[in-house]
């Protein structure tokens, strides 16, 4: 089974929401999360970065190969600030 591969699986709790109009919901930073849209749905999402969080998004976008020299640029700026 799966959680005899991976044992940890025992100590995750899943939790579904279904949001409605005008709904928000926050996922912190670094949790796993799926999305299935029940119908046809418009969604914006954002990550919040400012110089409490900024090395550890520049390195995740690092990581993901999705940092460019303007925001390595930007991140020293707000390093900074």
Known sequence: SEVAMRPALRHVEVQEVVLEAGDVIFVPRGAPHQVANVETSVAISANFIDRTNVAEAAHDAEA???????LLETAALLRSA
């Open 64 to 70: 993901l190969g999705l940092l460019s020299a303007d």
